[in-house]
Nanobody
Framework: QVQLVESGGGLVAAGGSLRLSCAAS????????MGWFRQAPGKEREFVGT????????YYADSVKGRFTISRDNAKNTVYLQMNNLKAEDTAVYYC?????????????????WGQGTQVTVSS
């Protein structure tokens, strides 16, 4: 069982940056693939990026590639989402998710554990 708590959301002007954190409970955090997803009003939850348990080779949705970076610190049971050059269309509730396994997963159905989400609002 893994419990996830996101933080770091807020209001930022277009072109600005935010760093989201997701703190996980449990002693086996390093065995989990972590993902970030987001959901804008009236839209389905969509994939943002994912990172495997070793932290190697994260991959991203095309819409955020080159602007967002995922990293993890297994000693702190935390995964991060650094968001740069934010755009109005990045406005959404951002969720982190966990799945047991080594490889990153793009499909949200692969993730049994979810945080409550943190709101990111980008003003244009």
């Amino acid at each position: 069982q893994v419990q996830l708590v996101e933080s770091g959301g807020g209001l930022v002007a277009a072109g600005g940056s935010l760093r989201l954190s997701c703190a996980a409970s449990g002693r086996t955090f390093s065995s989990y693939t972590m993902g970030w997803f987001r959901q804008a009003p009236g839209k389905e939850r969509e994939f943002v990026g994912t990172i495997g348990w070793s932290g190697s080779t994260p991959y991203y949705a095309d819409s955020v590639k080159g602007r967002f970076t995922i990293s993890r610190d297994n000693a702190k049971n935390t995964v991060y989402l650094q968001m740069n050059n934010l755009k109005a269309e990045d406005t959404a509730v951002y969720y982190c998710a966990a799945a047991y396994g080594s490889s990153g997963y793009r499909n949200r159905g692969m993730y049994p554990y979810w945080g409550q989400g943190t709101q990111v609002t980008v003003s244009s």
